[in-house]
């Protein structure tokens, strides 16, 4: 079934249709999810979120983009929604930390299993990780969008909605600031490709 069959037959409501929209890019929602948040059961969520989202708003997908980058943005967006629902959270604990509540949350290190990560590469990759959580949030998701989920330069523009030029620069600086990030735990290194 080709793109515009498949819209035509979301639109109308067809549940196959729609089953198969998430056999196709079930695992590419994950993956970008978990990428971003670093945490499975976030990432379980964040998934079923955007195939909810998707269903609701499939009726005005005009079909400009391709479907995998209309998930991509989709993605993003709620993966990104809940890692500032998670930052006020945490804020909001501290604060009640500080006021005596019993409440406390604590914060444990990045602990996940990133299906594109080999088990020899875990320490590495747990690293590299924490490291994403600590650049600027445009760096990370053009970063991840790159070098995690294999997406062209063009490809990550058209996701983000922004030029190729901007995303050149973006995971330029992301490298940068990596570089910076892991000297911390590796000592001197050469530019991460």
């Given at each position: ?69 209309w ?46 990560v ?12 924490n ?60 530019d991460?490709?």
């Amino acid at each position: 079934m080709n793109q515009p069959e498949l819209i035509a037959q979301l639109q109308q409501g067809n549940e196959q249709a729609f089953t198969k929209l998430v056999d196709d890019w079930q695992d590419m929602v994950y993956n970008t999810a978990l990428g971003i948040v670093q945490n499975e059961e976030d990432a379980d969520d964040i998934t079923q979120e955007v195939f909810i989202q998707a269903y609701q708003s499939i009726s005005s997908f005009k079909g400009d983009a391709k479907i995998s980058t209309w998930l991509y943005r989709i993605t993003v967006s709620k993966a990104l929604d809940h890692e500032k629902r998670k930052k006020r959270k945490k804020r909001f604990g501290f604060v009640q930390s500080l006021l005596g509540s019993g409440d406390e949350e604590h914060i444990h290190p990045v602990l996940f299993n990133h299906p594109g990560v080999e088990l020899e590469k875990k320490e590495k990759a747990r690293e590299l990780f924490n490291a994403l959580k600590r650049i600027p949030e445009k760096q990370r998701i053009a970063f991840t969008l790159h070098k995690l989920e294999g997406q062209s330069y063009q490809e990550v523009a058209e996701i983000m909605n922004t030029t190729l030029y901007a995303v050149e620069s973006l995971i330029g600086r992301a490298k940068a600031n990596l570089k910076k990030e892991l000297i911390k735990y590796y000592g001197t290194l050469k530019d991460p490709k």
